[in-house]
């Protein structure tokens, strides 16, 4: 569904992603491993369109898309759940989602989005009118996610999102995750938690300074000694 090649990216002269090359296959969890600044969320905002792409090519579904506006990629399918949540603290749960949808213009079909959201994630029908920023770390993670599914995508990028999270609660996104993937959803999950991802997907890779230095099954990279001695404790 998604392949970069050879992908650079630049933050002025700070050479941030330095020829990566992966692929995201339909209906799968591929997740992406690394330190603090090896580059995991810059390519998650490169994907995205945010961050430039100096050279390299990102296809979405066969069609290059690294020259296209933010706005555009989420209209053909990429949807991105940023780290830190970044949800609107000042609007209501129900603001939050409806703004998720704000490049679909039937009111009944974001009706029937905003339904969907309340059943798989029921809390969220509770507190539809209670502020985004008096919520729990747990539950506006799970309103970002909410967000992000109003978009409909066909992918979605995941940054951190045990980011700050109490072991349980970490638990019960990862299990959210897992279900988004059953129902059908393509997931690239950045992740500092490597075991917790790597259990969770599919296909994995580690990034090191801009550079991915290893991929493999994510069952393969539990295993991997360099894996285990650098990531998983």
């Keep these: 569904m998604l392949r970069l090649e050879e992908v650079h990216s630049h933050y002025r002269k700070i050479h941030a992603l330095k020829g990566v090359s992966l692929k995201v296959r339909e209906q799968s969890i591929c997740c992406l491993i690394g330190a603090n600044g090896a580059g995991k969320s810059t ?52 603001e939050n989602l ?4 704000y490049l679909r213009h039937k009111k009944s079909e974001v009706a029937a989005s905003m339904e969907n959201a309340f059943g ?36 979605l990028l995941l940054d951190e999102p045990s980011l700050g999270l109490a072991p349980l609660v970490v638990a019960h996104i990862m299990r959210i995750i897992q279900k988004i993937k059953d129902d059908g ?42 894996v285990k001695e650098a990531y998983l404790g």
């Excluded at 409806?98 to 949808?101: D, K, W």
């Design 185 to 226: 959803l393509t997931i690239l999950l950045v992740e500092q938690n490597a075991q917790a991802a790597l259990e969770l997907g599919d296909y994995g890779y580690v990034i090191e300074t801009g550079r991915v230095v290893l991929e493999d099954k994510a069952t393969a990279l539990l295993q991997n000694e360099r």
């Design 98 to 101: 409806v703004l998720g949808a």
């Design 43 to 94: 390519l998650l905002m490169t994907i995205s369109g945010i961050q430039p792409v100096s050279s390299g090519r990102i296809r979405f579904k066969g069609d290059p898309i690294e020259t296209l506006a933010p706005e555009e990629i989420v209209r053909r399918g990429v949807v991105q759940v940023p780290e830190g949540r970044r949800i609107f603290s000042d609007l209501t749960v129900k």
């Design 120 to 155: 798989l994630f029921p809390i969220l029908r509770e507190r539809r009118e209670q502020l985004g920023g008096t919520l729990s770390g747990g539950e506006q993670q799970i309103l970002a996610i909410a967000r992000a599914l109003m978009g409909t995508p066909s992918l």
